[in-house]
DNA sequence: GTCTATATCGCGATAGAC
DNA sequence: GTCTATCGCGATATAGAC
């Protein structure tokens, strides 16, 4: 691995654990063994290294979110989808414990950030939307409900993760499944039973 | 207003503008136009201001998450609760923002927190359970409906607000009510309707 | 590409005068 | 209770050797 990855690997690792602000470019380079001034040769500075670390979460973002497009989507395609989005939020946990902050520090990043939450909004909807289409959900005239229920869903599986983080239990794989039990409660009310 | 409660006013704003990690106490004293020293003769540290400041937002809840005991409560009563909520988070926004670095950073703060917020959840569930006993809502069999509509109102009204921020428009009050909108959807398909 | 050495800066914290 | 002065520390960032 080059060495550019292994300081974006070291540094995610420590600002999951600790977070980015008591994480310096010196504990960095100290952790992964290499100078700082090699470190400051593949970064300017620790802003570069957390946009480069956004953009990774982007890129997986985009890879795992498409559902198939040979077939009808299914709840458990939702599931799916949720599933994959907790896993990724935990990967880079540190982004959502100080999304804030970050985004206020740096507007270039702050740009990025709304253009890829809003395609990842946008796909929420149509899938809610498509089920609607195919009959797996039945919702009431209210034309309201529809993007009511898509922004739920999207809220727990932005938040489901750091409720959990803030109830002080350590994750496990258990929390996600009960995160996606509260997601499909949601549904579960307009699902059409067979 | 003595010199203690100036520095938490000055505090709170600069930590609500731009978090807990930018602002020095330096920082605190000079918006205030005190010296440094000064500061230091009211708080050992920074991690004594944010305690104080938690300590605080924790009276607030205490107040204000109260029902009327002379009557049977009522769906708006528990719209008002949650609008409450939604108020003293934003007054207090820089605790959601970070809370899981500042938890992560001071224990004894941790298990205030989950004391505090142990109390509250409570709350929420013998909300939605009385309003199953006086017939208000109607839940299925199912046992495990009336937690997860607990659960789910206490999410949403915990993380409505980080929500918008996160989403990039500036707070305003039709935001609050949207949020309650939202809650108010997770119920409605057991709301009995006369 | 990677190292060592170093300059500059600001923070946290304390001592002691008033 | 509030001030000034100051020390020690660690962080960011750069220069220049290898």
Do not use: C
């Amino acid at each position: 691995m080059s060495t550019r990855e292994r300081i974006l690997e070291t540094a995610l690792r420590l600002f999951n654990e600790t977070g980015t602000a008591t994480v310096s470019t010196n504990h960095i380079a100290q952790a992964l063994g290499i100078s700082p001034g090699n470190l400051y040769y593949h970064f300017r500075n620790k802003e570069e290294i957390i946009r480069a670390l956004f953009e990774r979460l982007f890129a997986l973002w985009d890879e795992g979110g498409s559902l198939p497009a040979d077939r009808p989507a299914t709840l458990e395609d939702l599931q799916q989808v949720v599933r994959e989005s907790y896993r990724l939020l935990w990967e880079y946990r540190f982004v959502y414990r100080e999304l804030v902050a970050l985004l206020r520090h740096d507007e270039h990043l702050r740009q990025r950030w709304l253009e890829v939450r809003a395609r990842g909004f946008d796909g929420f909807y149509a899938l809610i939307d498509a089920f609607v289409a195919a009959g797996v959900l039945r919702l009431p005239d209210d034309p309201a409900v529809l993007p009511r229920l898509a922004e739920l869903v999207w809220l727990i599986s932005e938040f489901w993760l750091p409720s959990v983080e803030v109830s002080g239990e350590p994750m496990n794989p258990a929390h996600m499944e009960h995160g996606i039990a509260l997601m499909l409660q949601v549904l579960d009310p307009y699902i059409v039973k067979p």
